[in-house]
Structure formats: C-alpha cells, structure tokens
C-alpha cells in the first residue's frame, strides 16, 4: 500500500504515485492529494523501508539514487 492505513491520517488513496524524468542518478516523484478528518500538512517520503524526506507538497524530486539499482517508495499523508 501506498498510504499508511495503520493510522486514521490518510483517508484517500495514494497509489497515483509515479515516477518521472528518471536519470541515473534521481528520479521525480508525484501523487494526488491525500485528505482525513482534521487536514493533511504532508507527506513523508519512505525508499527501501527508510524514511528520506518530508514534503509539503505533492512532490518530490530523490537526486541520490545509484544506476542499476531498483527502489522501491511508498508516501504516508500526516497532519498537524
């Protein structure tokens, strides 16, 4: 899944995750907005398991990917 759904935070789906103007060293992430019951603030940015980045916005550009490897993302919706 793409949203944590262990918590109440994320009540919309986030599988619109895509990856775009991919190089061999980063890759732009984007998603459609997620909502719940007292208001997104915004997203954490997990790669592999870890937690990389926080983000206001419905976007994120990761520049510290290695060539040939495979990642894997998820995005998790938090409010305030």
Do not use: E, H
Not at 30 to 58: E, K
């Amino acid at each position: 899944s793409l949203c944590d759904w262990s918590s109440d935070v994320c009540s919309s789906d986030l599988s619109s995750l895509t990856a775009n103007s991919i190089t061999n060293s980063s890759a732009n992430l984007t998603w459609t907005a997620s909502t719940d019951n007292v208001g997104v603030t915004g997203y954490q940015i997990w790669r592999d398991g870890q937690n990389i980045a926080t983000s206001t916005m419905r976007n994120y550009n990761d520049s510290t990917l290695t060539s040939g490897t495979t990642y894997s993302y998820t995005i998790k919706a938090f409010d305030a």
